[in-house]
Every structure is written in structure tokens, then in C-alpha cells.
């Protein structure tokens, strides 16, 4: 099983500041099969990236994705308001698919 | 639009059963693989299960192997999951999520319910 490492545990920026995440696998991810989901309070989680660096559909051009093998990065080049929340990276290209523990990116 | 609503949770003694719906609508689910995912209470989230559009494949966690198990209705685009044997472990928000694709990404989850609420105590 892949266990995915996301550092840091919460992030304190502001509005308008830049955010970057991090997510580390144990073993190299297959075929860059890595994605990042949004989650807010009381909501289900919402797929942003996925094979590394694709944005899904209706994702803002802010927010980005890049790495490869064992070493991903989440970037949201200046944070609105609606960007706090908890973030997770979730590798799919291994069974079982796994997820890191999450990100939080609070106001600070 | 795509709308996954699930049904079914609720509070169940340990060692007992429930079995957990979701309703898919705005599209066609039969050429989607669909999975379920949990979430324990203020805790990351968890695969637990999968299975192919066709039904014929299923793939479970070791956590839930030989306790749950998942199946769907592609004439009534409706997902299920049969748990048994329920633990207190187990107490935790269930997500229904469709497949990307029915190919590689079959894992890769794009669409989420807004899920139903599992609580395993005495």
C-alpha cells in the first residue's frame, strides 16, 4: 500500500497570499496517478487536480498542480476567500488507492 | 448535472448490519465504475470500495473484506452497500463517488454524494 505523506498540517496565510502544499508518497506513483481534492466544512470533497497537473472541470487557473515519482506539489497562487478548507492528495494508480491525511489552509 | 444521493445510514449496534443506497442521476451510471469512500468523524478520508460497471468486478479494503460487500442496479442507477458485522470503527460519514472513466482512472473520483451518516454503538 502507498502511503501518502501531506506536510504541512495547516498552513496560516492570508487572502491573496500564495499557498503550497506538499504530498510525498512512499513509493513512486504510477503513471503520475495522483489527484487533489477540496474539502470544505459540511461538504464532500471536490476533485481540482488529477493526473498531477490537469485541472478538472471548472477549476480555477490559480490553482495548480505539479511533481512526479514521490514528490507532488499543490500551488494556489493567491488564495480568495473560498480557498480555505482542507485539501487531500489521493494516489489511484496502485490498489488500494490511498489518500494523504490532509492539508488544512487557514485564515491567518 | 450529476447527483449522487445516498440513503440508509443511521445508528446500528455492534455487530449488526446496514445497507447503504445511492441514487444516481444527470447521466447514465452502467459505463461508470462507482466506489465508496468514508470518513470518520474529523478524520481524512478512506477507500473502502469499488466496483466496475458492469458489476463483475469488486474490490475491496482489507478493513471492510469479508464484511461488506458492494454491488448496484444499473436498471435503477442505484449503488448499495451491504455491511455486516459492524464495529464502532466503522462509525463514519459514507460517500457514494463515480469513476472518471471506466478505464484507467476508474479510481479517480469526480463526483461525490453528499453521504450518509454511520454510527456503530450500544
Same mark, same amino acid.
Given at each position: 500500500?502507498?502511503? /501518502?505523506?501531506?506536510?504541512?498540517?495547516?498552513?496560516?496565510?492570508?487572502?491573496?497570499?500564495?499557498?503550497?502544499?506538499?504530498?510525498?508518497?512512499?513509493?513512486?506513483?504510477?503513471?503520475?496517478?495522483?489527484?487533489?481534492?477540496?474539502?470544505?466544512?459540511?461538504?464532500?470533497?471536490?476533485?481540482?487536480?488529477?493526473?498531477?497537473?490537469?485541472?478538472?472541470?471548472?477549476?480555477?487557473?490559480? @490553482?495548480?498542480?505539479?511533481?512526479?515519482?514521490?514528490?507532488?506539489?499543490?500551488?494556489?497562487?493567491?488564495?480568495?476567500?473560498?480557498? @480555505?478548507?482542507?485539501?487531500?492528495?489521493?494516489?489511484?494508480?496502485?490498489?488500494?488507492?490511498?489518500?494523504?491525511?490532509?492539508?488544512?489552509?487557514?485564515?491567518? | 448535472?450529476?447527483? /449522487?444521493?445516498?440513503?440508509?445510514?443511521?445508528? +446500528?449496534?455492534?455487530?449488526?448490519?446496514?445497507?447503504?443506497?445511492?441514487?444516481?442521476?444527470? @447521466?447514465?451510471?452502467?459505463?461508470?465504475?462507482?466506489?465508496? +469512500?468514508?470518513?470518520?468523524?474529523?478524520?481524512?478520508?478512506?477507500?473502502?470500495?469499488?466496483?466496475?460497471?458492469?458489476?463483475?468486478?469488486?474490490?475491496?479494503?482489507?478493513?471492510?473484506?469479508?464484511?461488506?460487500?458492494?454491488?448496484?442496479? =444499473?436498471?435503477?442507477?442505484? /449503488?448499495?452497500?451491504?455491511?455486516? =458485522?459492524?464495529?464502532?470503527?466503522?462509525?463514519?460519514?459514507?460517500?457514494?463517488?463515480?469513476?472518471?472513466?471506466?478505464?484507467?482512472?476508474?479510481?479517480?473520483?469526480?463526483?461525490?454524494?453528499?453521504?450518509?451518516?454511520?454510527?456503530?454503538?450500544?
Amino acid at each position: 500500500e502507498i502511503v /501518502l505523506t501531506q506536510s504541512p498540517g495547516t498552513l496560516s496565510l492570508s487572502p491573496g497570499e500564495r499557498a503550497t502544499l506538499s504530498c510525498r508518497a512512499s513509493q513512486s506513483v504510477s503513471s503520475t496517478f495522483l489527484a487533489w481534492y477540496q474539502q470544505k466544512p459540511g461538504q464532500a470533497p471536490r476533485l481540482l487536480i488529477y493526473v498531477a497537473s490537469s485541472r478538472a472541470t471548472g477549476i480555477p487557473d490559480r @490553482f495548480s498542480g505539479s511533481g512526479s515519482g514521490t514528490d507532488f506539489t499543490l500551488t494556489i497562487s493567491r488564495l480568495e476567500p473560498e480557498d @480555505f478548507a482542507v485539501y487531500y492528495c489521493q494516489q489511484y494508480g496502485s490498489s488500494p488507492p490511498t489518500f494523504g491525511q490532509g492539508t488544512k489552509v487557514e485564515i491567518k | 448535472e450529476v447527483q /449522487l444521493l445516498e440513503s440508509g445510514g443511521g445508528l +446500528v449496534q455492534p455487530g449488526g448490519s446496514l445497507r447503504l443506497s445511492c441514487a444516481a442521476s444527470g @447521466f447514465t451510471s452502467s459505463p461508470y465504475a462507482m466506489s465508496w +469512500v468514508r470518513q470518520a468523524p474529523g478524520k481524512g478520508l478512506e477507500w473502502i470500495s469499488t466496483i466496475s460497471g458492469s458489476g463483475s468486478g469488486t474490490y475491496y479494503a482489507d478493513s471492510v473484506k469479508g464484511r461488506f460487500t458492494i454491488s448496484r442496479d =444499473n436498471s435503477r442507477n442505484t /449503488l448499495y452497500l451491504q455491511m455486516n =458485522n459492524l464495529r464502532a470503527e466503522d462509525t463514519a460519514l459514507y460517500y457514494c463517488a463515480k469513476g472518471y472513466d471506466s478505464g484507467s482512472y476508474f479510481r479517480l473520483f469526480d463526483n461525490w454524494g453528499q453521504g450518509t451518516l454511520v454510527t456503530v454503538s450500544s
